[in-house]
């Protein structure tokens, strides 16, 4: 792989995703698509600061061999469901939009499990929807992760993420629970890692047991 583009590269997934990416010999250059500034201490991390409502006027940006899509917010983050919806559907597919017009072959999302485009929840049907939408763009490949709780460090506490990862560990040793088991952010992109540089189906996803190693 020469060139990885990642959006959300600062977040539970994203960050650690870089990480790897940067890491690894098999990948050339590590594109971090971000609002603000980032310092790497890898040579092969690239940071390109943008403006998300403007998406747009950086297409050159979004250059590359792959599109790994980490995006992520809540309602209470953004200030309301709408606000939401920028971050979780219309940033993303925008960036997808523009990279498969870009000619970049594999696109790779951080979805959730349950996404559904005609879900009541609105997080889920923003989710389901941003899935239905990508399948229809121009990329050679699309592969689409479905994670349940994602736990790990954040930049930002989440009083209900972090009751539920003290509830859930418990509670998935059962036989009927252990496949919503919570997984952390780290194996989400260690298998994200693995999909880019592995072949595959031109349409997957990878439903919760299946992201565990």
């Known amino acids: 792989m020469k060139t990885a583009i990642v959006i959300g590269a600062t977040g539970l997934v994203g960050k650690n995703l870089v990480d790897r990416l940067a890491a690894d010999k ?5 594109v971090a698509v971000t609002r603000r500034p980032i310092e790497y201490q890898s040579n092969k991390i690239v940071n390109q600061v943008v403006n998300f409502d403007e998406l747009e006027k950086y297409a050159d940006v979004f250059t ?26 219309e940033y993303q597919y925008q960036a997808a939009k523009i990279s498969a017009e870009n000619g970049v072959s594999h ?43 994602l736990i790990g460090e954040r930049e930002s ?32 992109a260690k298998k994200m890692l693995s999909i ?18």
């Open 26 to 30: 098999r990948v050339e250059r590590v």
């Open 64 to 89: 590359g061999d792959v599109l790994f899509s980490c995006l992520g917010t809540t309602a209470k983050q953004a200030g309301s469901v709408q606000e939401q919806r920028k971050v979780d559907f």
């Open 107 to 149: 696109y790779i999302l951080v979805s959730s499990s349950g996404a559904n485009g005609k879900s009541i929840s609105p997080y889920l049907k923003m989710k389901g929807e941003l899935e239905d939408a990508v399948w229809l763009l121009p990329f050679k490949r699309v592969s689409i992760l479905q994670p349940s709780l």
């Open 157 to 188: 506490f989440r009083l209900g993420e972090t009751l539920a990862s003290w509830i859930l560990p418990p509670l998935c040793m059962l036989p009927f629970f252990k496949r919503y088991r919570p997984i952390s952010g780290d194996e989400v």
């Open 196 to 213: 880019s540089l592995s072949s595959g189906n031109a349409k997957q996803i990878y439903r919760l047991d299946a992201l565990f190693s």
